[in-house]
């Protein structure tokens, strides 16, 4: 029926026709956007713009940190699928009319990975802006500034959209004579950088559009960054400089429409690239890649419970790399084709005609798919299956279940990027229970294998609720992965027994390097529980009838970890991290979000704890020498305001959200100036722990001036 109504604006019909105003109406009924399932949170216009973001992707961001997303979520436009959602990400957000959240099973119904979740993002019919934004940051210890600019222009014009955008910053570097603290702590790191001095630019075009009944899109962007950073090696105590640069251009482009009965969406990516970098050791390495992306979806069949939809997603990848290091080159070369098939199944509907057991039992749907993965080699490949239940009893309850297992290749990152050092670190030698500023060793691995997953995900979800919208949801997820590819678990002598290659040490067994390339690990198990609770409140007289000024959304999280393990290999027993073997994870996590705005002022505040963790020097017993990391709490907030008085102002589609008035945004973060801590199990003062070793920024200031033209 959706899609009847769909069409009806592109019939011929005089513009003096009455036509306008019935479809007002359809689409105040159908809802303008909307997805195929209903969505579990929404932010409508004074939600999202209480967020105080700059662009769409900010949102999207803020709204998976509030519902404690583990990945980036798939994002559709107008409850459609699209070739790229990139080329929409990066307008204002005030380009926004809402922003959906979909219930767990989205990620099957949409062809995605069922593992992560969906955003729907509802655009303006019609928009048009020119932004520009200055930011400056400096830690209040000093040593080190932060300046940036971005300025873009947006436009929307039904189905076709530019938008244009220059970015710049650049970082001073941080160096160790700077934190008085640090060089008692470490005589002789005077000269070296705490913070590596760092400079960015970038330009992007994105545009999409229609070609006769095909939509188009296509993007492109052009990005350079440049890092430097001293530091001292710890044999010999002579001092380097490392200089590290990376250019990149991506383009991007695709097509939309239906053939054969499906909706189709075909889109090619490219990417060149090259990185140096020179000092510690010289390396070049020049990168093209392209990936092919084919998917489509239809209706199979109308089940009484409503349409039966299928999925099919294809992508192609290959790969070539150019490295030279220490005059020896390398080319390795890489190529992946993936074939994804999904199918949902609704069951009963609350839809349903008359009162029978169908209506009555709500939504009720099954999700089921699979996926084949073919690599290089005539062996190597990749299999998925998954399956899931979603079951919504009334509108305000959901409740759901995915169960996924997979066999997953390393990717091209993972095997062929090259080695390098990576920015100077303060680590703590357990074997001589010293602090050791080293740089570790990044890159790829080329001997890696495949691993197999098994992921059990349990959720559920209730509201809104009341006046305030309250809304509360819980999810359990166990993930258990054999041969699993990772990072090296924490220093200790466990560790260093299993990978004593990876350890690097002088004649006076004094630690001078850390291979922190991932590694494959016999398995990983892991058990999260995590709950949230949110809130819209509103600001106002409170009177009846009184127009409301503001509003405040309150959000408040916790991650509960019931499960770390890890088998490093069949000689070493099981190391429970939360335990403190070979971890030192943190098993408790709070979270609360406050954003709100009244009249022309905003406030956004964001607080998170975690409890304190022990690291174990030996296996499967605390002891003296044990490593006992102190609870952390980090508040920040961002106050801003319009400058110049408001006023109603209007556009061509009706009163704009944003006036063009000058913004000003003051945020602290790390209002209390807290760092990391820990003491030995002793209660000895530990070493590597010093104020300025694990975060010698502290307590940041930032100002923002942003204005639209």
């Known amino acids: ?159 076709s959209t530019f938008q244009m955008g220059l970015q710049g910053a650049r970082t001073t570097p941080l160096w160790a004579d700077e934190r008085p603290g640090y060089g008692r702590d470490h005589p002789g790191g005077g000269g070296n950088t705490l913070r590596p001095q760092a400079q960015t630019a970038s330009v992007n075009l994105s545009a999409t559009g229609t070609l006769s009944d095909w939509s188009t899109s296509f993007s492109a962007s052009l990005q350079t960054r440049q890092d430097r950073f001293v530091s001292s090696s710890v044999a010999t105590a002579d001092r380097a400089e490392t200089r590290q640069e990376t250019d990149a251009l991506t383009m991007a482009g695709g097509l939309a429409g239906r053939a054969l009965g499906w909706s189709v969406r075909w889109g090619l990516d490219g990417l060149v690239s090259e990185g140096r970098q020179t000092g510690a050791t010289d390396v070049t390495a020049r990168t093209v890649s392209a990936v092919a992306k084919l998917s489509a979806d239809r209706t199979l069949i109308d089940l009484p419970a409503g349409p039966a939809q299928m999925t099919v997603d294809t992508q192609y990848l290959r790969s070539r790399s150019d490295i030279r290091a220490a005059g020896v080159t390398a080319t390795p070369s890489s190529r992946a ?49 998954n399956a899931g239940v979603s079951w919504s009893p009334s509108g305000r309850i959901r409740l759901g279940a995915q169960f996924a297992q997979a066999t997953d290749a390393p990717t091209r990152e993972q095997r062929f990027d090259p080695i390098r050092y990576g920015p100077p670190r303060t680590f703590y030698d357990f074997r001589r229970g010293e602090a050791v500023e080293i740089q570790p060793i990044l890159g790829g691995a080329p001997d890696l294998q495949a691993q197999e997953t098994q992921t ?184 801003s305001t319009v400058l110049s008085p408001p006023r109603s102002e209007a556009s061509d589609t009706g009163p704009r959200r944003r006036t063009q008035g000058l913004r000003l945004e003051l945020e602290v973060e790390n209002l209390f100036d807290a760092r990391p801590t820990a003491t030995l199990g002793d209660g000895r003062p530990a070493p590597a722990y010093g104020r300025d070793d694990q975060d010698p920024l502290g307590r940041v200031i930032r100002l923002s001036l942003s204005r639209r033209f």
């Open 1 to 159: 029926m959706l899609a009847l109504l769909a069409l009806i604006p592109v019939q011929e019909a005089p513009p003096a026709s009455p036509s306008p105003a019935q479809l007002e109406e359809v689409e105040v009924v159908g809802r303008r956007g909307a997805a195929r399932v209903a969505p579990e949170q929404e932010l409508g216009p004074e939600e999202i713009d209480n967020l105080g973001a700059y662009d769409i992707g900010e949102v999207i961001a803020r709204l998976s940190e509030r519902l404690g997303f583990q990945q980036p979520p798939v994002v559709i436009v107008n409850g459609r699928p699209v070739v790229d959602a990139r080329n929409f990400t990066g307008f204002p957000p005030d380009a926004l009319v809402r922003v959906e959240a979909l219930p767990p099973q989205a990620g099957a119904l949409y062809g995605g990975d069922p593992g992560r979740r969906v955003v729907n993002i509802v655009l303006e019919p019609e928009f048009r802006s020119r932004d520009a934004l200055a930011k400056a940051s400096r830690p209040t210890a000093g040593g080190t500034t932060t300046l940036s600019l971005d300025a873009r222009q947006s436009e929307i014009q039904g189905s």
């Open 337 to 385: 084709l993936e074939l994804r098939s999904g199918l949902t199944l609704p069951v009963t509907s609350s839809q349903s005609d008359g009162d029978g057991p169908r209506r009555l039992l709500g939504d009720l749907a099954l999700n089921l798919g699979g996926r084949l993965r073919l690599f290089d080699e005539a062996d190597a490949q990749g299999t998925g299956l």
């Open 456 to 639: 059990l995900s349990l959720s559920g979800s209730t509201g809104p609720f009341g006046a305030w919208g309250l809304q509360a949801s819980v999810d359990l997820q166990n993930t258990r992965a054999t041969n699993a590819i990772g990072a090296l678990p924490a220093l200790t002598p466990a560790t260093e027994t299993a990978f004593p290659d990876r350890i690097l040490r002088d004649a006076s067994g004094r630690l001078t390097g850390i291979d922190q390339r991932p590694i494959n690990l016999k398995a990983i198990s892991s058990q999260t529980l995590s709950s949230g609770l949110t809130a819209n409140i509103p600001l106002g007289s409170g009177t009846p009838g009184a127009s409301r000024r503001g509003s405040v959304q309150v959000a408040f999280n916790h991650t509960w970890r019931l499960e770390d393990r890890i088998t490093i290999d069949e000689a070493l027993p099981r190391l429970d991290q939360l335990a403190g073997d070979g971890g030192g994870l943190s098993r408790h996590q709070l979270a609360l979000r406050l954003d709100g705005r009244y009249a022309r002022w905003g406030l956004n505040l964001a607080a998170t704890w975690r409890s304190g963790a022990r690291l174990r020097r030996d296996l499967g017993q605390d002891g003296p020498d044990d490593l006992l990391l102190s609870p952390l709490t980090l508040i920040g907030f961002t106050l």
